[in-house]
T-cell receptor
Framework: TQLLEQSPQFLSIQEGENLTVYCNSSSVFSSLQWYRQEPGEGPVLLVTVVTGGEVKKLKRLTFQFGDARKDSSLHITAAQPGDTGLYLCAGAEGGYQKVTFGTGTKLQVIP | DVKVTQSSRYLVKRTGEKVFLECVQDMDHENMFWYRQDPGLGLRLIYFSYDVKMKEKGDIPEGYSVSREKKERFSLILESASTNQTSMYLC?????????????FGDGTRLSIL
């Protein structure tokens, strides 16, 4: 079983601050997904990155896939209370339908 | 819009009971998954199915079984519930193909075993 470690596990910041969440593994993934989960709901896909070194932007969120496809980061600029939630990365192994989820980062943005 | 529906949001059962968790998707997806979610552990895969009547063990299948008699429905069964199975259970579905397809999740069932 491949392991995906996320850091930090918890993050509490003030509105307007920037933050970065990391997702690391010793294994190579064919693609990596980021999900956000709000209380009482299931995770919802934010983005999929598939190429080593790839950078994708979703408004104030910037996602990067490591060159070696073993790690990824999520950077949020000027965090808003609406960004509060649990962020999960998930790595896919080529040729398989299942993914391995990371340990999660719980973000709280205080107004 | 994509919809994955789990039959119960909250469920309380007793140790030793047989528990059924139901999941239905309306997207004609081939793949369906059952996860449990515990703080600090992320989502751990229990079982998944890539076709009707087909199933594969995930990372933590012990104490669980599954049934997929119809494409749209995937059931998780706790054969004899134990307190360490108290958790949030999430069902998901995705189209056929490899793991880079997005998974669509239900809102979860919070199960308490007393």
């Amino acid at each position: 079983t491949q392991l995906l470690e996320q850091s930090p596990q918890f993050l509490s910041i003030q509105e307007g601050e920037n933050l970065t969440v990391y997702c690391n593994s010793s294994s190579v993934f064919s693609s990596l997904q980021w999900y956000r989960q709000e209380p009482g709901e299931g995770p919802v896909l934010l983005v999929t990155v598939v190429t080593g070194g790839e950078v994708k932007k979703l408004k104030r969120l910037t996602f990067q896939f490591g060159d070696a496809r073993k790690d990824s980061s999520l950077h949020i600029t000027a965090a808003q209370p609406g960004d509060t939630g649990l962020y999960l990365c998930a790595g896919a192994e080529g040729g398989y339908q299942k993914v391995t989820f990371g340990t999660g980062t719980k973000l709280q943005v205080i107004p | 819009d994509v919809k994955v529906t789990q039959s119960s949001r909250y469920l309380v059962k007793r140790t030793g009971e047989k528990v059924f968790l139901e999941c239905v998707q309306d997207m004609d997806h081939e793949n369906m998954f059952w996860y449990r979610q515990d703080p600090g552990l992320g989502l751990r895969l229990i079982y998944f199915s890539y076709d009707v009547k087909m199933k594969e063990k995930g990372d933590i299948p012990e104490g669980y079984s599954v049934s997929r008699e119809k494409k749209e429905r995937f059931s998780l069964i706790l054969e004899s519930a134990s307190t360490n199975q108290t958790s949030m259970y999430l069902c998901a579905s995705s189209p056929a193909s490899t793991g880079d397809q997005p998974q669509h999740f239900g809102d979860g069932t919070r199960l308490s075993i007393l």
